[in-house]
T-cell receptor
Framework: SQKIEQNSEALNIQEGKTATLTCNYT??????LQWYRQDPGRGPVFLLL?????KEKRKERLKVTFDTTLKQSLFHITASQPADSATYLC??????????FGKGTRLHILP | NAGVMQNPRHLVRRRGQEARLRCSPV?????VYWYRQLPEEGLKFMVY????????ESGMPKERFSAEFPKEGPSILRIQQVVRGDSAAYFC?????????????FGQGTRLTVV
C-alpha cells in the first residue's frame, strides 16, 4: 500500500531563515501532491498543489518541488516568521480521487 | 462565504451511545470526505461521498460506522455503540470537483470523547 513519510521530529528554524520540509513516498506514482497547514485544534488548510509533470511551484514565500524519480517533495518557506509555526501535512492522490495524508511535520520558527 | 461547517465542535458520549457528526460543505460543493485524526497522528481517510452516493468507504469500519450525504441537508457520519477507541477528531472536507483540479476545504472538526 502507499506509504507517505514526513519527518516526525519537530523542526526548529530561526526567524528569517528558510525552512525546508521533506515528504517521501513509496509504492505509488501520484498524479499530484498537495501541502496543507494545520494549526492546533483546527482543520487543515490547503496551501499548494503540484502535478507530476511540474518540477516546482511557488506561492508568495512558499516553494514546492516534486521529484518523481526520487519519490520526494520538498516544501520551502523563505524568510520564515513565527506565524509560520504549525504542522505541515503532505498529501497524495489516492485511488478513487481521495487524498492520503502523511503524519505531518511540526515546524517551530524561533524569534 | 461560509466554509465547511461541522457540528458539534465537541461531543461527549458514554460507551454504547450513538454519535452523530454533521458536516455542511461549502455551498455548491458536491464532494464530501470524512477523515479521522488521533493525537500526534495523521489524517486517516474514512469515506468519500457525492450527493446521495458513497464513492469509497474503504477507510471506514464495516461495523457501527455509516455515512450519508443526502440530496438535501448536511452529510452525517454516524457511529453506533461508541467505544473508547472511537475518541478522536473527525474532520470533514468538501470540494467542487475532483481533487486533481480543485482544492479540498476542511471544517474545524468534531472532537468526540467517549467516556
Amino acid at each position: 500500500s502507499q506509504k507517505i513519510e514526513q519527518n516526525s521530529e519537530a523542526l526548529n528554524i530561526q526567524e528569517g531563515k528558510t525552512a525546508t520540509l521533506t515528504c517521501n513516498y513509496t509504492n505509488y506514482s501520484p498524479a499530484y501532491l498537495q501541502w496543507y497547514r494545520q494549526d492546533p485544534g483546527r482543520g487543515p488548510v490547503f496551501l499548494l498543489l503540484i502535478r507530476e509533470n511540474e518540477k516546482e511551484k511557488r506561492k508568495e514565500r512558499l516553494k514546492v518541488t516534486f521529484d518523481t524519480t526520487l519519490k520526494q517533495s520538498l516544501f520551502h518557506i523563505t524568510a520564515s516568521q513565527p506565524a509560520d509555526s504549525a504542522t505541515y501535512l503532505c498529501a497524495l492522490d489516492g485511488p478513487d480521487d481521495k487524498i492520503i495524508f502523511g503524519k505531518g511535520t511540526r515546524l517551530h520558527i524561533l524569534p | 462565504n461560509a466554509g465547511v461547517m461541522q457540528n458539534p465542535r465537541h461531543l461527549v458520549r458514554r460507551r454504547g451511545q450513538e454519535a452523530r457528526l454533521r458536516c455542511s460543505p461549502v455551498k455548491g460543493h458536491s464532494h464530501v470526505y470524512w477523515y479521522r485524526q488521533l493525537p500526534e497522528e495523521g489524517l486517516k481517510f474514512m469515506v468519500y461521498l457525492q450527493k446521495e452516493n458513497i464513492i469509497d468507504e474503504s477507510g471506514m469500519p464495516k461495523e457501527r460506522f455509516s455515512a450519508e450525504f443526502p440530496k438535501e441537508g448536511p452529510s452525517i457520519l454516524r457511529i453506533q455503540q461508541v467505544v473508547r477507541g472511537d475518541s478522536a477528531a473527525y474532520f470533514c472536507a468538501s470540494s467542487s470537483g475532483q481533487l486533481s483540479h480543485s482544492e479540498a476545504f476542511f471544517g474545524q472538526g468534531t472532537r468526540l470523547t467517549v467516556v
